[in-house]
């Protein structure tokens, strides 16, 4: 992982466009390929990233680049460009760097489930068809170079259908599954593989992303799959 501080305009182009003026900000570049801005507050939330397979390039401003940028305390000294393959852009207009530093960090053991969300996706293995009609499982736990999914499933056509499963539905949840998703589809054998985001509860935010993304969210009775239909057994 790559982290930088530095002064710096963001420019994004895709389907919507985005600008961040110069301000000091933390740029994160992680071994997985993505690029993620910060500010130096709104919790975790970044201000803007693009999420892998993208390429980041390194080059000189050119004449008209520096131009624009005239009148600042500083001249743009480098420009990052990221590229997603959706053809979207991101270009980080870097003045001046306060900090630059690299470290590995080595392979992560991946999130330990607590015991409500581990039993959530006991459950849902058991009964994948509470995610889709005709759903049947294929596996929990289907690996990625990446981490694992939580449940692969199939559809009644054979289509196969990644779930990741959360408590509390949030954005962060979407881009998770939307980083498997990017991967499973890369293999020919599984074709273009399905999304499906559950959860007790998904922020209206991460239903909003998840669509955009072509992700169904479902939300999920969890008291209804254990099967405790009324309220006195809720208590226990």
Same mark, same amino acid.
């Given at each position: 992982?790559?982290?930088? &501080?530095?002064?710096?305009?963001?420019?994004?182009?895709?389907?919507?466009?985005?600008?961040?003026?110069?301000?000091?900000?933390? &740029? /994160?570049?992680?071994?997985?390929?993505?690029?993620?801005?910060?500010?130096?507050?709104?919790?975790?939330?970044?201000?803007?990233?693009?999420?892998?397979?993208?390429?980041?390039?390194?080059?000189?401003?050119?004449?008209?680049?520096?131009? #624009?940028?005239?009148?600042?305390?500083?001249?743009?000294?480098?420009?990052?460009?990221?590229?997603?393959?959706?053809?979207?852009?991101?270009? &980080?207009?870097?003045?001046?760097?306060?900090?630059?530093?690299?470290?590995?960090?080595? $392979?992560?053991?991946?999130?330990?489930?607590?015991? $409500?969300?581990?039993?959530?996706?006991?459950?849902?293995?058991?009964?994948?068809?509470?995610?889709?009609?005709?759903?049947?499982?294929?596996?929990?736990?289907?690996?990625?170079?990446?981490?694992?999914?939580? /449940?692969?499933?199939?559809?009644?056509?054979?289509?196969?259908?990644?779930?990741?499963?959360?408590?509390?539905?949030?954005?962060?949840? #979407?881009?998770?599954?939307?980083?498997?998703?990017? /991967?499973?589809?890369?293999?020919?054998?599984?074709?273009?593989?399905?999304? #499906?985001?559950?959860?007790?509860?998904?922020?209206?935010?991460?239903?909003?992303?998840?669509?955009?993304?072509?992700?169904?969210?479902?939300?999920?009775?969890?008291?209804?799959?254990?099967?405790?239909?009324?309220?006195?057994?809720?208590?226990?």
């Amino acid at each position: 992982m790559r982290l930088v &501080i530095a002064r710096c305009q963001v420019d994004f182009a895709g389907a919507l466009t985005a600008h961040l003026p110069p301000a000091r900000r933390l &740029i /994160l570049v992680k071994a997985d390929g993505s690029v993620s801005i910060h500010a130096d507050g709104g919790a975790y939330k970044p201000l803007n990233w693009m999420t892998p397979p993208c390429t980041l390039t390194v080059r000189a401003p050119e004449a008209d680049e520096a131009a #624009v940028t005239a009148d600042l305390d500083h001249e743009v000294r480098e420009v990052w460009e990221v590229k997603g393959k959706d053809g979207a852009t991101l270009q &980080i207009s870097v003045f001046e760097v306060l900090h630059d530093t690299s470290h590995e960090l080595g $392979v992560d053991p991946g999130l330990q489930k607590d015991g $409500v969300e581990a039993h959530l996706q006991a459950l849902l293995a058991e009964h994948p068809e509470t995610l889709g009609d005709g759903l049947t499982l294929v596996r929990r736990e289907y690996p990625t170079a990446i981490g694992p999914v939580d /449940l692969m499933c199939r559809t009644a056509g054979g289509a196969y259908v990644a779930v990741e499963i959360k408590r509390r539905g949030e954005i962060d949840g #979407v881009e998770q599954l939307t980083r498997y998703l990017d /991967l499973l589809r890369r293999d020919p054998l599984l074709g273009d593989v399905q999304g #499906v985001f559950a959860a007790q509860l998904i922020k209206p935010q991460a239903k909003v992303l998840a669509a955009d993304r072509g992700i169904a969210c479902v939300t999920v009775d969890y008291d209804a799959l254990r099967g405790m239909d009324n309220a006195e057994d809720r208590l226990f």
